[in-house]
Structures are given as structure tokens and as C-alpha cells.
């Protein structure tokens, strides 16, 4: 017999509860459910409504008709999903991305026709003009600057295109200040005080954006976003851009992306009592695809572990490409 097995030690013994599934489950502290996922859909205005175009950069991801989208929701939807972040691709842009608030508009009739078809879905539509502008940047332009007053009144007018198309929650992603008050306003002066606001809070500028960009083809034609989206190596500025829009009436608070940015999720979670939001974003989903595609990780023990991370430092949702496979895999409930 050992010496140490003589001795009655009282050190740690944390291998007691992971030595079967069943304990390791009933003692787990973190856990994911299909209530907490959003899946973004990109949504094309167009007239072919077979429409259905791969995203190279996105494996398994895909720009999608108005049919299409229904199809795909539909789908979805009998797999459990919930909630669901809307980006539009339009027929035409110009200078001030007026297609972004046309009541005909691929979003606004996206809207329609989800909450026609599925009530129950929780409809959020993204709030930007990037998707919209002949230039790809997020507002209006003064010179080779975005002019930020100016766009706000711009901002409101989606924002309101979108609430009066059935949009559960609007998501201004602008990066303007100012932006959750203005809307704010904007809304509750044309009754729908009952609409809520999921702010972009922390919006940074990074470099995990990019397969997003081909995705809703918004890629500034000049320049970049780094005078409105914040600086990677800053956390005080992530919680004052938060705390201003909480004090601004946002309902719900988003840190983007999520991943290379859990300890702003943590700091985040530590400060506000709103729900947060966590946005795993397209370089994420596509680092992780890749390496999925190259036999370099278990598809599902690595989308899952990513998810929990994201969990695990202190949101309550998670806006991630992953939804519609997780919840067809049963790798929650």
C-alpha cells in the first residue's frame, strides 16, 4: 500500500463528480438550450424565388428568395428555433440606402411573412444602411465621413419600416450615437412603445467580419468602419458604449463578436441588469467550419464547446450561424 493511501489527506477530489455522465450532467453549470439561439438569414429582393446562392466563405450558409427564407424557416422552426436576426440584400442601393426604410422592402416583406406564417417566432431585424448604400458604409456620408446626426433620422425610418412590417425587435448595428434614443423616440411617437430595442452595443471593429461582408455584400467601397466601430484593444470604452445605451432605453445589449471578446461579454454581464447578447460572428463560423471540413475537429463537441464559452461568460442569448444545425442534430433542447 502507498504512502498517500495511508494517510487521510484531505485534498480536493473534484474527479468524485465527473466520474459518470449522469453526475458530470447533474452538476454541470453551464447549459445551452435552443431558447437561447438566434439564427441571421440573409434575404435577397428578388424576383426568382428559387433563389438560393452558397456563400463560399460561409459553408452552409446561403443568400435566400423571400420563398426560400420561408422554406428554410419553416424547416427550422418544426426543429425548434425561436428567434431568428434578418439581414437584407436589395435590388438597387444609392448614396442614402433608401431601399433600407421602403415599406416594400426585402426586410419589411420578410416580416410580413414570417409573422403570417410563424406568429410564434421571435421576428429581430438588423437596423444599418450598410446592406443599402452605394459606398457600404453605415450612414451618410459628408465628404469621405460618415455624417452621424444625419443618419440617425435615417435610422429611425428603418427602424419604424421594420415595426410596422411586425418586427418582434429592432437591432440598430450603426454604431451611431445617439442612435437607441433616437429610435427610441421614433418609436414610441408612433406607438409601438411595445417594440424593443437590441443594441449593438459594443460593436468592434475587427477582422472576424469579413465572410459577413460577402454574405450581405456590404463591403465599404472605401475606407474603413473604424471612426463609428470601436477599437479591439479597448474594454472601459465597451462599457461606456453600453452603459450610454442602456441610459439611452435599449432592452437588450450585445457584444460583437463574441469569441475573441469574453472577457468584454464577462465585464459586460458584471455591469448591466438587461438581457445580453452575444453575437458568434462569421469568421468565427467559418474558422471553425473550416477546420470542421478539414478533419482537425469534431463537428459537434467543437460547436458546442464554442456556444458554451459564449454561455458560459454571461449572455442570455447567442446570434449564431450554428442555430439551425444544432437544433436539427438534437445537440440541445
Same mark, same amino acid.
Given at each position: 500500500?502507498?504512502?498517500?493511501?495511508?494517510?487521510? #489527506?484531505?485534498?480536493?477530489?473534484?474527479?468524485? *463528480?465527473?466520474?459518470?455522465?449522469?453526475?458530470?450532467?447533474?452538476?454541470?453549470?453551464?447549459?445551452?438550450?435552443?431558447?437561447? =439561439?438566434?439564427?441571421?438569414?440573409?434575404?435577397?429582393?428578388?424576383?426568382?424565388?428559387?433563389?438560393?446562392?452558397?456563400?463560399?466563405?460561409?459553408?452552409?450558409?446561403?443568400?435566400?428568395? =423571400?420563398?426560400?427564407?420561408?422554406?428554410?424557416?419553416?424547416?427550422?422552426? $418544426?426543429?425548434? *428555433?425561436?428567434? /431568428?436576426? *434578418?439581414?437584407?440584400?436589395?435590388? #438597387?442601393?444609392?448614396?442614402?440606402?433608401?431601399?433600407?426604410?421602403?415599406?416594400?422592402?426585402?426586410?419589411?416583406?420578410?416580416?410580413?411573412? =414570417?409573422?403570417?406564417?410563424?406568429?410564434?417566432?421571435?421576428?429581430?431585424?438588423?437596423?444599418?444602411? /450598410?446592406?443599402?448604400?452605394?459606398?457600404?458604409? /453605415?450612414?451618410?456620408?459628408?465628404? %469621405?465621413?460618415?455624417?452621424?446626426?444625419?443618419?440617425?433620422?435615417?435610422?429611425?425610418? /428603418?427602424?419604424?419600416? #421594420?415595426? +410596422?412590417?411586425?418586427?418582434?425587435?429592432?437591432?440598430?448595428?450603426?454604431?451611431?450615437?445617439?442612435?437607441?434614443?433616437?429610435?427610441?423616440?421614433?418609436?414610441? $411617437?408612433?406607438?409601438?412603445? #411595445?417594440?424593443?430595442?437590441?443594441?449593438?452595443?459594443?460593436?468592434?471593429?475587427?477582422?472576424?467580419?469579413?465572410?459577413?461582408? +460577402?454574405?450581405?455584400?456590404?463591403?465599404?467601397?472605401?475606407?474603413?468602419?473604424?471612426?463609428?466601430?470601436?477599437?479591439?484593444?479597448? %474594454?472601459?470604452?465597451?462599457?461606456?458604449?453600453?452603459?450610454?445605451?442602456?441610459?439611452?432605453?435599449?432592452?437588450? *445589449?450585445?457584444?460583437?463578436?463574441?469569441?475573441?471578446?469574453?472577457?468584454?461579454?464577462?465585464?459586460?454581464? +458584471?455591469?448591466? =441588469?438587461?438581457?445580453?447578447? $452575444?453575437?458568434?460572428?462569421?469568421?468565427?463560423?467559418?474558422?471553425?467550419?473550416?477546420?470542421?471540413?478539414?478533419?482537425?475537429?469534431?463537428?459537434?463537441?467543437? !460547436?458546442?464547446?464554442?456556444?458554451?464559452?459564449?454561455?458560459?461568460? $454571461?449572455?442570455?442569448?447567442? !446570434?449564431?450561424?450554428?442555430?439551425?444545425?444544432?437544433?436539427?442534430?438534437?445537440?440541445?433542447?
Amino acid at each position: 500500500m502507498s504512502e498517500i493511501s495511508q494517510t487521510n #489527506h484531505s485534498f480536493f477530489r473534484g474527479r468524485r *463528480l465527473r466520474r459518470t455522465e449522469s453526475l458530470r450532467a447533474l452538476v454541470q453549470e453551464t447549459r445551452l438550450s435552443r431558447d437561447d =439561439l438566434i439564427m441571421p438569414y440573409f434575404v435577397v429582393n428578388t424576383q426568382d424565388c428559387n433563389f438560393c446562392k452558397p456563400i463560399e466563405a460561409m459553408p452552409g450558409q446561403n443568400q435566400l428568395s =423571400l420563398t426560400q427564407l420561408i422554406l428554410r424557416v419553416e424547416k427550422a422552426v $418544426g426543429n425548434g *428555433l425561436r428567434a /431568428c436576426l *434578418l439581414f437584407g440584400i436589395p435590388a #438597387h442601393k444609392d448614396e442614402q440606402g433608401s431601399e433600407g426604410w421602403a415599406a416594400d422592402g426585402v426586410v419589411q416583406q420578410a416580416c410580413r411573412l =414570417l409573422k403570417e406564417k410563424f406568429p410564434e417566432l421571435t421576428v429581430i431585424t438588423d437596423v444599418c444602411l /450598410c446592406e443599402y448604400t452605394a459606398h457600404g458604409h /453605415c450612414g451618410l456620408l459628408a465628404g %469621405s465621413e460618415v455624417d452621424n446626426d444625419p443618419t440617425l433620422d435615417l435610422l429611425c425610418n /428603418c427602424a419604424l419600416s #421594420h415595426a +410596422e412590417a411586425g418586427a418582434d425587435i429592432v437591432a440598430p448595428s450603426a454604431m451611431m450615437d445617439g442612435a437607441v434614443q433616437a429610435i427610441r423616440a421614433a418609436l414610441d $411617437g408612433n406607438g409601438f412603445t #411595445h417594440v424593443p430595442i437590441m443594441s449593438y452595443s459594443a460593436k468592434f471593429a475587427s477582422s472576424f467580419y469579413g465572410p459577413f461582408r +460577402e454574405a450581405a455584400e456590404s463591403a465599404p467601397k472605401f475606407g474603413n468602419r473604424k471612426s463609428y466601430q470601436m477599437n479591439p484593444a479597448n %474594454s472601459r470604452e465597451a462599457l461606456l458604449e453600453t452603459l450610454s445605451d442602456v441610459e439611452e432605453g435599449a432592452d437588450i *445589449l450585445m457584444v460583437k463578436p463574441a469569441m475573441p471578446y469574453l472577457d468584454i461579454l464577462r465585464a459586460v454581464r +458584471e455591469t448591466i =441588469l438587461q438581457p445580453l447578447a $452575444g453575437y458568434q460572428v462569421s469568421g468565427e463560423y467559418s474558422m471553425l467550419m473550416a477546420a470542421i471540413s478539414n478533419g482537425w475537429l469534431n463537428k459537434d463537441a467543437a !460547436i458546442l464547446e464554442s456556444l458554451t464559452s459564449i454561455k458560459r461568460a $454571461g449572455v442570455d442569448l447567442i !446570434i449564431t450561424y450554428f442555430s439551425e444545425y444544432v437544433l436539427e442534430a438534437g445537440l440541445v433542447k
